[in-house]
Each structure stands twice: as C-alpha cells, then as structure tokens.
C-alpha cells in the first residue's frame, strides 16, 4: 500500500498545528519544567481524570505532589530525564500563570532502540475543544522524534471516543484492544457448573504451547512497556532457582478435554492487594477452558486476596465473565511512527 499520501497528510496536519499563527485560546505552551509544574500538573490530571482514577492512579497523582516538593528528588530528576522512564518530560499549556494543559512523555527501552509513550494528556475542562490536546501532543510527538524514538505509543480508554479521534488524527493507529480483569478478595467459593474439562496441575511438557500461546496474549510489540519476562513460568531446574532468588512464586494449571491442552493459567503471587494471572489460550480452543481454569484458580488461592489478569479483547470475554471476573477497563494502545519508519 502506497502510505505516502496519508504521511504528507499527516505532516501537514503536524506542522500547521505547531506553526499555526493564532493561539487555541489565550495562553501559551511551554516545555514541562520539573522542578515547579509537578504540584499543578497533579491537580490538573487528577480534576480530568476523576471519573477514572483507580487507587493505583491515584497513588501515582499522590507520588507526583510528593515528588514535587521533594528537594532531593528535584535535584536529581532533571538529570535522568532520558534515562528512567517516569514523567519527568513534557509540555504544559498556561494561561494567565495558571497550567490548563498537559501531556507527558515517557521513555522506554526495547534493547538497542528507544521508544516513548505518551501520556497524561489533559485539558482544563475550561479550555477544551480550542486544540490545546492537539498542540500538546503534537509537540511531544516532535519532541519524540528529535530524541530519535523508534516508535511512540500511547493508551487510551475505550469509552473515550473523542480522545481516540484526536489522536487518530495525529496519525496514530490502533495496535492492540487489551481489558483489565478483576476478581475481587473475600468472593466465596463457587460451585462449579459440570464440565468435560478437566484441570491439573500444569506438567513441564505443556511449556512449549504455553510459551507459543502466551505470546498471542501478551505480544512482543508491547514487551518494552509490561517488562514481562516468562522465565518466571518456565519449568526447569534453573528457572526455579530463579524464582527462588527473585521470590516469586507461582502456581500453574493445565485445562484438557478429550486428553487435549485447552490452555493454561498461571497465578503469581504478588505483594500487593492482588495476585496476576497470566492466561495461555490457543487461537481456536474451547473458551470453556478458560472459565474452568478461572474457576479453578479462584477456588484454590486464598479468598483474601484479589486476582487481576489483562487480556486482549475478544472472543473469550464472557468465558472470562462466567467465571466471575468483572471488566476494569479496556485500553486502546496506539502506535504512531518514530523517526526510523517515518
Ligand atoms: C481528551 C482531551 C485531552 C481533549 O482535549 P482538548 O484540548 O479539548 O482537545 P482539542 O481541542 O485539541 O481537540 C482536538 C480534536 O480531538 C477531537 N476531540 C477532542 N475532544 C473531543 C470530544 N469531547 N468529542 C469528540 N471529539 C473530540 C476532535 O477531533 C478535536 O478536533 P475539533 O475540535 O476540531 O473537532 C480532554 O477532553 C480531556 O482532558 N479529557 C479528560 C482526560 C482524558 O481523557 N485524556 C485523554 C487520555 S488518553
């Protein structure tokens, strides 16, 4: 396919977005100066974010104001800007003093190659629908290009069409539809329903499907971001040393049907208020397997912990809702090019 013309288009967009002569509204973008905006760009992320913040986002809007105000962190953060991937890096939109726009850029590492996510982009509810968003993530994907990004990325809520049409037009193309899982702790044990599935304990001769299939669920294109490494899963003697030294621990099972692997689900045990799943599936398996293997899980773990697994949106989603788990949310990741596809 001939995407010259779609890239010219999206060229001419960019730049007549940067150079445009008139402002969105009254004020003015700026680069994010980390050591005053962290306090502000807190308040701003979370005023936009409220109907959507979970604990853990609101912990992150809680390490930013404590960051902020940090000394030690001040003197350090502007140092390492391009080498931790936290958002130390990006724009602001001011008017009159006061910060009513924001986008972040973070950078991640996928071997030799750099790549940058954009995030936290957010309007004033004031100042919305004047192309604030749109300069500000057009800046950031300059800036990304600049920094020599192989590819820049970005996660956007499925219910958030307006979003996701902004940064469609910004060139920006939808790579993978993921849901979070979640089960929360305390749920009594279920009674199964009856099935011809049947569950054990995962044995180390169904690695390879395993492995084969945790990659259509957990795709390498998105490796750089989940740092998931599955030696944590692999039999082997050295793997369980593994595990032993980095104090992970895990538990695995196998679903069969007629003596055939269905799919496998490992459970490892977290620190925090929930385990995390990880789910094997074959591309066209029975989805019951799933719901028997969730069901399984769910009655052998402690009910005082929760469970939390992600997922590609799709087929086995209410397989994944029998078993009582409920939807979190789904996120849109999107990808636009970096300067080596570009
Ligand atoms: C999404 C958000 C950042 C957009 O900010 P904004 O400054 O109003 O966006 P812009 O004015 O630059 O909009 C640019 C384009 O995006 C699209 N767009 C933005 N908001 C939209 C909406 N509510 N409905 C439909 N399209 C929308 C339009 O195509 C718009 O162009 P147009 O105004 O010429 O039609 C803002 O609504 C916000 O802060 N929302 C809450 C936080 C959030 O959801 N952030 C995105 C997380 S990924």
Redesign the pocket.
């Known amino acids: 396919m001939n995407t010259q013309p779609l890239k010219k288009n999206i060229i001419y967009k960019m730049t007549a977005t940067l150079f445009a002569a008139t402002n969105?509204s009254t004020g003015r973008m700026r680069a994010l100066n980390v050591l005053r905006d962290l306090p502000s760009v807190a308040d701003l992320i979370e005023l936009?974010?409220s109907s959507?913040l979970d604990p853990e986002g609101r912990s992150y809007i809680d390490q930013m104001r404590r960051n902020g105000l940090d000394k030690s962190f001040l003197n350090w953060a502007p140092r390492v800007i391009e080498t931790v991937s936290l958002p130390l890096s990006g724009f602001v939109w001011e008017s009159n003093g006061r910060v009513v726009?924001n986008v972040s850029l973070i950078p991640f590492f996928k071997r030799e190659q750099k790549i940058f996510l954009i995030?936290?982009?957010?309007?004033?509810?004031e100042?919305?629908?004047?192309?604030?968003?749109?300069?500000?993530?057009t800046a950031a994907m300059q800036k990304a290009r600049e920094k020599h990004a192989s590819a820049i990325w970005?996660?956007?809520?499925d219910d958030?069409?307006?979003?996701i049409?902004?940064?469609r037009?910004l060139g920006f193309v939808e790579r993978s539809r993921r849901t979070s899982w979640y089960a929360p702790p305390g749920t009594a044990l279920l009674d199964s329903p009856p099935s011809n599935i049947h569950v054990m304990t995962r044995p180390a001769r169904d690695w390879n499907a395993q492995n084969k299939w945790l990659s259509r669920s957990y795709p390498a294109e998105l490796d750089w971001y989940t740092h998931q490494s599955w030696n944590i899963l692999k039999p082997g003697l050295f793997n369980a040393i593994y595990r032993i030294m980095a104090d992970i621990n895990t538990i695995q099972w196998s679903a069969l049907q007629d003596g055939r692997l269905q799919g496998i689900l490992a459970c490892q045990r977290t620190g925090g208020r929930s385990d995390q799943l990880w789910a094997a599936l074959p591309a066209h398996g029975s989805s019951e397997a799933i719901t028997r293997l969730l069901y399984h899980c769910r009655q052998s773990i402690s009910p005082a912990r929760g469970l939390t697994l992600e997922y590609p949106v799709g087929t086995v989603d209410d397989a994944i809702r029998s078993a009582g788990l409920m939807a979190q949310r789904t996120l849109a990741w999107m990808e636009a090019p970096g300067v080596t596809t570009y």
Do not use: K
């Not at 995030?119 to 509810?125: D, G, K, L, Q």
């Not at 970005?154 to 809520?157: K, N």
């Open positions: 969105p936009c974010f959507t726009g995030a936290n982009v957010a309007t004033h509810p100042y919305r629908r004047q192309g604030i968003a749109r300069h500000l993530t970005l996660h956007v809520r958030n069409p307006g979003a049409q902004l940064y037009e």
